[in-house]
């Protein structure tokens, strides 16, 4: 007894152990068209595309998480979601310039911006495009309205935070399908036909989950929500009209439920062998599709909204004021896919091909990239890819975010090597080169060749590592 009461003096005595429990979460969102006036040259194919038309708005989201203990601040995060292709080069530290000084309190690492990946959003690349230099918006202009438009919802989601709370669910729906197929000869190829006779496999993994977050202020109203789909937006992406895909129709049934303010996150998970064309049992989707008389947008649309409503009747039973919120920001460097010799004598071809036809400028562009990591690696001068890591922890959620296109087979060993209940994976946190697995490599075919990856395999696991090794560190063993 007497060594009991020695060890409970001492455990008395010992100062607290920080966690990131909070007494108050709270919270605070906006949105904002991100759409601008036309014409506008749009991103996400291999030739110029001019919108001259609107076929729904590109929208910017954001929501502003704070724990506090007291009036003391324990940690923040401000999460936003773009209708775009990509983030690319520069856009965010432009977005961060702009936000540091309206806000001087808020620790501007701890935002980060992701793209769904539509293909009808507007170019961000100078030079990338053959554009009209009268007339039409050009990347550089457009750059600095996304930006100050972003900054602007960063502020106002940031200063309109009041306690609040949390709650999460799982749904699932069919809204993508693997789109690399594989013959028999062992060679892979996008959105190959599955009806010939050398077909034999789809080649990936397809995640079917949709996981949701619901965002809730003082009064148990829902303000906001995250929905996670491992797959891009890109129904309609070969049209030339300014398009948010499918998130559009899904935003507005959602808003119909929940009142016009509702704020939706719109975050593509680990989905770079995804997409939502269809890949097979093409003729009986059509049928059921169209005796439902509805559009394929709002097809896809229901099927979300439908999952996102499967979450929510668990979610609504479970609605957390006080929980462990953490957020690590981490710079990581990832080896390099190497050029080989054969790839670049196959680059340097085909650049001499396409060079010269403003047509074929965006092709030939892609393998002179090439090229160039050849010469560098040659001189040992390539750089590792860094990257910035955000892992957040949210009560029993994990959110992990990622640069890349990645392929699905990576965010599956993200989430089931995570402790956490459920793990949101998202990915275009940045310019969206495609990282593609070992199997894909050995299939080759676009988004697996030379030319479609900076990083390769080997990055892709170091990553998984990383980013594991994060998530765990924020769950700590009893």
């Known amino acids: 007894m007497k060594y009991l009461r020695c060890i409970l003096?001492?455990?008395?005595?010992?100062?607290?152990?920080?966690?990131?429990?909070?007494?108050?979460?709270?919270?605070?969102?906006?949105?904002?068209?991100?759409?601008?006036?036309?014409?506008?040259?749009?991103?996400?194919?291999?030739?110029?595309?001019?919108?001259?038309?609107?076929?729904?708005?590109?929208?910017a989201s954001a929501v502003a998480i704070?724990?506090?203990?007291?009036?003391?601040?324990?940690?923040?995060?401000?999460?936003?979601?773009?209708?775009?292709?990509?983030?690319?080069?520069?856009?965010?530290?432009?977005?961060?310039?702009?936000?540091?000084?309206?806000?001087?309190?808020?620790?501007?690492k701890k935002i980060f911006v992701n793209a769904t990946h539509t293909h009808t959003a507007p170019v961000m690349v100078p030079g990338?495009?053959?554009?009209?230099?009268?007339?039409?918006?050009?990347?550089?202009?457009?750059?600095?309205?996304?930006?100050?438009?972003?900054?602007?919802?960063?502020?106002?989601?940031?200063?309109?935070?009041?306690?609040?709370?949390?709650s999460w669910g799982l749904g699932h729906a069919v809204v993508a399908q693997n789109r690399r197929t594989v013959y028999a000869n062992g060679v892979a190829q996008m959105y190959g036909s599955t009806g010939r006779e050398?077909?034999?496999?789809?080649?990936?993994?397809?995640?079917?989950?949709?996981?949701?977050?619901?965002?809730?202020?003082?009064?148990?109203?829902?303000?906001?929500?995250?929905?996670?789909?491992?797959?891009?937006?890109?129904?309609?992406?070969?049209?030339?009209?300014?398009?948010?895909?499918?998130?559009?129709?899904?935003?507005?049934?959602?808003k119909e439920l929940h009142g016009k303010d509702l704020v939706i996150l719109t975050w593509a998970g680990a989905s770079g062998d995804q997409s939502p064309h269809l890949m097979y049992r093409k003729a009986a989707e059509e049928r059921m599709r169209k005796l439902r008389g509805l559009s394929r947008l709002d097809e896809v649309a229901r099927r979300v909204v439908d999952a996102w409503n499967e979450a929510y009747e668990g979610a609504v039973q479970e609605i957390n004021t006080d929980l462990v919120f953490s957020h690590e920001v981490k710079n990581i460097e990832l080896p390099l896919r190497e050029v080989t010799e054969e790839e670049f004598t196959n680059a340097e071809t085909r650049f001499k091909e396409l060079s010269g036809n403003v047509k074929t400028l965006w092709k030939a562009l892609w393998h002179q990239r090439v090229m160039e990591r050849y010469e560098l690696q040659k001189e040992g001068k390539l750089e590792p890819y860094a990257m910035e890591l955000?892992?957040?922890?949210?009560?029993?959620?994990?959110?992990?975010?990622?640069?890349?296109?990645?392929?699905?087979?990576?965010?599956?060993?993200?989430?089931?090597?995570?402790?956490?209940?459920?793990?949101?994976?998202v990915q275009l946190t940045g310019p969206g080169t495609y990282l593609a697995t070992e199997k894909a490599?050995?299939?080759?075919g676009y988004s697996a060749i030379i030319e479609s990856n900076v990083v390769g395999p080997e990055g892709g696991q170091f990553l998984v590592e990383e980013t594991t090794a994060v998530i765990k560190s924020l769950w700590p063993k009893k």
């Not at 506008?40 to 001019?50: D, E, F, K, P, W």
């Not at 079917?208 to 202020?217: D, P, Y």
């Not at 922890?393 to 459920?422: C, H, V, W």
Request: charged share 30%; aromatic share 8%.
């Open 390 to 425: 955000h892992v957040l922890r949210l009560g029993d959620i994990a959110i992990a975010t990622n640069p890349f296109e990645l392929f699905t087979d990576y965010g599956l060993r993200m989430k089931t090597r995570s402790p956490a209940l459920q793990t949101f994976v």
């Open 198 to 254: 050398e077909f034999r496999e789809l080649e990936g993994y397809e995640d079917h989950g949709v996981e949701v977050l619901f965002f809730w202020n003082s009064e148990k109203k829902l303000i906001a929500s995250a929905i996670n789909i491992a797959c891009p937006s890109q129904e309609v992406e070969s049209i030339s009209e300014v398009s948010a895909d499918f998130w559009h129709p899904v935003r507005e049934k959602l």
């Open 441 to 444: 490599v050995r299939g080759g």
């Open 128 to 166: 990338k495009y053959t554009i009209p230099e009268e007339g039409v918006i050009q990347p550089k202009e457009y750059r600095v309205f996304l930006a100050d438009r972003v900054a602007d919802i960063v502020e106002k989601a940031w200063k309109s935070r009041e306690a609040g709370a949390v």
């Open 66 to 108: 704070e724990s506090r203990d007291g009036d003391q601040s324990v940690d923040q995060a401000i999460m936003v979601s773009c209708d775009l292709v990509a983030i690319r080069k520069g856009i965010l530290e432009m977005i961060r310039e702009r936000v540091e000084k309206r806000l001087p309190e808020f620790d501007v």
């Open 9 to 59: 003096v001492l455990l008395i005595c010992l100062p607290p152990v920080s966690t990131g429990f909070s007494k108050e979460l709270w919270i605070g969102k906006a949105s904002v068209s991100i759409t601008p006036e036309l014409p506008v040259a749009l991103s996400g194919q291999m030739h110029t595309r001019i919108a001259k038309e609107v076929q729904s708005e590109v929208i």
